[in-house]
């Protein structure tokens, strides 16, 4: 077997917690509260031996409402160009609500910004836990997944990868160093399920003690992890003078997220009955099936392709040559 | 075995078929707009031949913007004291819907009022379909639920009593002289599902079928009956300070509607880990579990006692004495 080089990280001082960033998605909402809560019962001294974790409600008036957003979703104005456009005053609540998040958590792509944000959202579609990030060499994000899949065998966790630069990317995660929207599926907007309460409770404690043990001078071994690149979204059959929906996800792919979806495939059932089927040409893995809110973008499903990346082996990076030296021996010595 | 005396009722003429009463229900949104379609394209010939059927959508504007209301619960607006509260002009919106679709479909406890009324809604609860209505001895819908449970095996099909009067009585399907809200579940608000929309599609189409074959004389035989008479709601726990909830239901309960609740039994599972259990003294079924619109009303689930309710057999009143003479011949004939 080829041993990998060890690659030296910076340490995760800083981490962000983020819930509510869509206000009806309510896991992250009371798990977010519920942490804030022990937090003012000083009961988070695990945490605070190497990390400090920032717990953030992102959108407090779509909270109160709980709704999706105010305006316009929050979630889609953390591009550079959206951050940096003077003048909020004037601006939807949302733009000004970025504004104060890059100010609190970044600025996006300067030191100073948090070393992680964990961003936590909810899906309608059956997609377990998924991490989505902008980056398919990102090793802490990839080491964490692997991490959870490793923690958490009774849930899928899976990888999504958005192939957009970061000055495109638009989601408030994209604020940290390094950064994920943890998914979590399926449940309905506006309800909070136990269960996906309960997996995403042990999902963020699971990522905080990856953290912490990074911080702590571990050595994660590298290996292979399955990434799933967004190739392309697909809208629901739409009237051409009303532009309303004509047809549903078929019966047989709806939940079916993650399992290859091939050419002929039944992809809609029409309201009259009739089926449609996939007209692609290559195999590729759905996701986001019939997810509510993505109606109004125009997405019934997403699609991707599967890859398989090699991680390399991390290790956290000491500050003064002295400690590296430390490391190594450490290092040999096991 | 005891021969019950046939119970003759008055035809149906006229059944109203509405959707979209609380917007972003979609299945029925979805399929009043099918069945709209079908009758400009002069499809509709079967139902013509002896009921007409007004086909309804209830609250346009909350299916435009996708959300249950827009100033107030339009199913929650039909007490006879509402409808006849003067002044609309300044009225929330629904207030005015309402007696609207009073007039249109009523008036409410009127002899010009239409013969059925049909509601279509979804739940986010695991409900399956359930016929929900004010009677326990309307022989109309109970006959209804019991072709419903007969030609649809694959969908438990249940029926809901609420014990209250026709003046308080608070729903669209009140209008009507016979009516219910048909409820389908599990279906997250604003997302339509094909298993879902097909159920509502073929729970309507044996709804009709049956009013049909009652109008053409059929004698349907009488027996028995189960039905759930609402006790009482249970609300989640909740923080006396911000009055957000500090529970979830527990995941052995969610999903388990119409499943017998007994003392003791796990009721809610608290945010910080604990379980509450079910402080009632007697064994009821629960329904409603966790659905979506019921958080603002302080509704977590509601409780119901369960009984069997003999049903006589029915036949269509014939008009004039000659008429009846006749049916009494063939009655003896079979």
Same mark, same amino acid.
């Given at each position: 077997?080829?041993?990998?080089?060890?690659?030296?990280?910076?340490?995760?001082?800083?981490?962000?917690?983020?819930?509510?960033?869509?206000?009806?998605?309510?896991?992250?909402?009371?798990?977010?509260?519920?942490?804030?809560?022990?937090?003012?019962?000083?009961?988070?001294?695990?945490?605070?031996?190497?990390?400090?974790?920032?717990?953030?409600?992102?959108?407090?008036?779509?909270?109160?409402?709980?709704?999706?957003?105010?305006?316009?979703?929050?979630?889609?104005?953390?591009?550079?160009?959206?951050?940096?456009?003077?003048?909020?005053?004037?601006?939807?609540?949302?733009?000004? #609500?970025?504004?104060?998040?890059?100010?609190?958590?970044?600025?996006?792509?300067?030191?100073?910004?948090?070393?992680?944000?964990?961003?936590?959202?909810?899906?309608?579609?059956?997609?377990?836990?998924?991490?989505?990030?902008?980056?398919?060499?990102?090793?802490?994000?990839?080491?964490?997944?692997?991490?959870?899949?490793?923690?958490?065998?009774?849930?899928?966790?899976?990888?999504?990868?958005?192939?957009?630069?970061?000055?495109?990317?638009?989601?408030?995660?994209?604020?940290?160093?390094?950064?994920?929207?943890?998914?979590?599926?399926?449940?309905?907007?506006?309800?909070?399920?136990?269960?996906?309460?309960?997996?995403?409770?042990?999902?963020?404690?699971?990522?905080?003690?990856?953290?912490?043990?990074?911080?702590?001078?571990?050595?994660?071994?590298?290996?292979?992890?399955?990434?799933?690149?967004?190739?392309?979204?697909?809208?629901?059959? #739409?009237?051409?003078?009303?532009?309303?929906?004509?047809?549903?996800?078929?019966?047989?792919?709806?939940?079916?997220?993650?399992?290859?979806?091939?050419?002929?495939?039944?992809?809609?059932?029409?309201?009259?009955?009739?089926?449609?089927?996939?007209?692609?040409?290559?195999?590729?893995?759905?996701?986001?099936?019939?997810?509510?809110?993505?109606?109004?973008?125009?997405?019934?499903?997403?699609?991707?392709?599967?890859?398989?990346?090699?991680?390399?082996?991390?290790?956290?990076?000491?500050?003064?040559?002295?400690?590296?030296?430390?490391?190594?021996?450490?290092?040999?010595?096991?």
């Amino acid at each position: 077997m080829e041993v990998d080089e060890v690659v030296h990280m910076p340490r995760l001082s800083r981490v962000a917690l983020c819930g509510g960033t869509h206000g009806n998605e309510l896991s992250g909402v009371y798990l977010v509260r519920e942490l804030l809560k022990m937090k003012k019962a000083n009961q988070n001294e695990k945490e605070g031996e190497s990390v400090s974790v920032l717990k953030v409600l992102s959108n407090p008036r779509a909270i109160k409402q709980c709704c999706r957003y105010i305006e316009t979703d929050l979630n889609r104005c953390f591009m550079q160009a959206t951050l940096n456009e003077p003048g909020p005053e004037v601006a939807p609540y949302e733009i000004i #609500r970025s504004q104060e998040l890059n100010h609190m958590l970044g600025p996006k792509g300067c030191p100073e910004a948090v070393d992680l944000v964990c961003d936590l959202h909810n899906t309608t579609a059956n997609m377990g836990l998924c991490l989505i990030a902008y980056s398919d060499c990102d090793w802490i994000c990839l080491h964490i997944l692997r991490y959870l899949q490793k923690q958490m065998p009774d849930i899928p966790v899976r990888y999504i990868h958005l192939d957009l630069s970061p000055n495109e990317a638009y989601s408030l995660d994209s604020v940290g160093k390094h950064g994920f929207a943890m998914e979590i599926g399926p449940q309905p907007h506006g309800v909070v399920r136990s269960d996906i309460y309960t997996a995403m409770k042990a999902g963020v404690q699971h990522m905080l003690d990856w953290v912490h043990s990074f911080n702590s001078g571990h050595l994660f071994e590298g290996g292979w992890v399955e990434v799933y690149t967004l190739v392309k979204n697909v809208d629901y059959p #739409r009237s051409c003078e009303t532009h309303s929906i004509t047809a549903a996800v078929h019966p047989e792919l709806q939940d079916q997220d993650f399992c290859l979806l091939h050419p002929g495939d039944p992809l809609f059932q029409a309201f009259s009955g009739e089926t449609l089927r996939y007209k692609g040409h290559e195999p590729l893995y759905p996701f986001f099936i019939n997810e509510c809110a993505y109606y109004e973008k125009g997405i019934a499903l997403s699609l991707a392709r599967k890859r398989s990346v090699r991680i390399p082996p991390i290790q956290v990076q000491t500050t003064g040559e002295h400690q590296e030296k430390e490391w190594a021996v450490k290092s040999g010595e096991e």
